[in-house]
């Protein structure tokens, strides 16, 4: 009988640790968190009419490795980049005073998305504890391109890595450790 319970345990936690999912926040409610705990921000910056967009979401943050890294080191923001969402960021409001409700396909440009120059989707934004703007990336990643990305900012090695020849020597002896 314990051995039955034991493997059942075992099971289910297979179970939850492979339905790991990225805790997905506001940017409003990560830097209410952040005000509370600091942790850095990493930000997905999508639209709803971008195709890699949507293989980002199911290819590389449905991995186990990649929603579990995320969840422990960074608060996690969805963020549309023609959506409606209003905040005050750094002392600036932001909105989308563009936006066409009912709209399909393409719609204005979120002000937010302006403010960081985001320019392709999907992008990625990395921000410090105190929710400064370190750097984005863009493109669809998978799995083992974004890990080398979210371990280069949760180390903090980004701040020793300041040329591109120095990325592409941490590049070269990154090891990767997630599956996928």
């Known amino acids: 009988m314990k051995k039955l319970l034991f493997v059942i345990t075992i099971l289910f936690s297979g179970i939850s640790i ?3 999912e990225i805790h997905w926040l506001s940017m ?3 830097l209410e968190a952040q005000a509370k705990k600091p942790k850095k921000i990493f930000m ?14 199911a290819k590389t943050f449905k991995n186990p490795d990649v929603a579990k890294y995320i969840n422990e080191h960074f608060y996690a923001v ?3 980049a023609e959506g409606t969402e209003e905040f005050t960021y750094q ?3 932001f909105s989308n005073p563009g936006y066409i409700a009912g ?5 204005a440009q979120h002000q937010f998305a302006n403010a960081l120059k985001v320019r392709g989707y999907p992008s ?12 984005p990336i863009s493109g669809f990643h998978n799995v083992q391109q974004l890990e080398v990305f979210l ?13 591109q020849a120095q990325f592409e020597a941490y590049q070269k002896t990154f090891k990767n450790t997630f599956k996928g």
Request: hydrophobic share 30%.
């Open 103 to 107: 709209k399909k396909g393409r719609n």
């Open 91 to 93: 002392g600036n409001f």
């Open 44 to 57: 997905d910056v999508y639209t709803s009419w971008c195709g890699p967009c949507r293989m980002l979401e």
């Open 28 to 30: 409003e409610e990560a």
């Open 18 to 20: 492979s339905a790991q």
């Open 151 to 163: 371990k280069l900012m949760g180390t903090d090695d980004y701040k020793k890595v300041t040329s």
């Open 124 to 135: 990625m934004v990395f921000f410090d504890e105190q929710s400064n703007l370190i750097f």
């Open 78 to 80: 969805k963020f549309n």
